[in-house]
């Protein structure tokens, strides 16, 4: 996608871009708009504390199976994580994250948080909204799963950049084997 240089004029053309992209893959508008999201928010994310976030849940599985092109999982409306510190050290990350200015048109804010305690687990609900300029594109929620140590290393997937398709973002994410026995409600 060509570059913009006002917010307006990345908005507007973003639609039309994205059906375009939808027609050649073949998958529906909306994931696409939500893995752009995602794709951004995590390019944020991962540049403040790459060591402590893991994704986990349907957004990794949608993305590794995309990769493979032979499967499309479902549309994914959140992302859920393995956070490898405190709830505090989290709400710092978010705060770092949603600071950063990548110049993608792109800004996040950090919504109210929720506990969801489900067998004693320490999971937390994150709720965020994406904004081109000053209008909201997209709102979604995090779930994380505090969980320290891991007990395993991550596998490192690569997810294209949906606005430029000679990039990539390489994310540690639950390992394969993992992916249909745990997430973050499971710790």
């Keep these: 996608m060509k570059q913009y240089r006002t917010h307006e004029a990345f908005r507007d053309a973003l639609p039309g871009y994205l059906e375009r992209r939808s027609a050649e893959l073949g998958v529906p508008t909306e994931l696409l708009r939500r893995r752009l999201v995602f794709q951004r928010f995590l390019a944020r994310l991962l540049r403040v504390a790459p060591s ?3 994704l ?3 957004a990794a599985l949608d993305w590794r199976l ?26 710092a990350d978010l705060a770092a994250a949603t600071a950063i200015d990548l110049e993608d048109h792109f800004t996040f804010t ?12 320490r999971s937390f609900r994150f709720h965020l909204t994406a904004s081109i ?3 909201a594109y997209l709102t979604f929620v995090i779930d994380i799963g505090v969980v320290d140590p891991l007990g395993w290393p991550p596998e490192q997937i690569v997810i294209a950049d949906p606005l430029d398709e000679r990039g990539g973002l390489t994310v540690p994410t639950l390992p394969r084997a993992s ?5 973050p409600r499971d710790h």
Excluded: I, K, N
């Excluded at 919504?111 to 687990?121: I, K, L």
């Excluded at 992916?179 to 997430?183: D, L, P, Q, V």
């Design 110 to 121: 950090v919504g109210p948080t929720s506990r969801a305690v489900e067998d004693g687990a």
């Design 179 to 183: 992916s249909r026995r745990e997430g």
């Design 56 to 58: 986990s849940g349907g």
């Design 52 to 54: 402590r976030w893991v």
């Design 133 to 135: 300029g000053p209008r």
């Design 66 to 91: 995309s990769r493979s092109h032979a499967a499309r999982a479902r549309t994914t409306v959140d992302l859920d994580f393995l956070y490898r510190a405190t709830l505090d050290q989290a709400r």
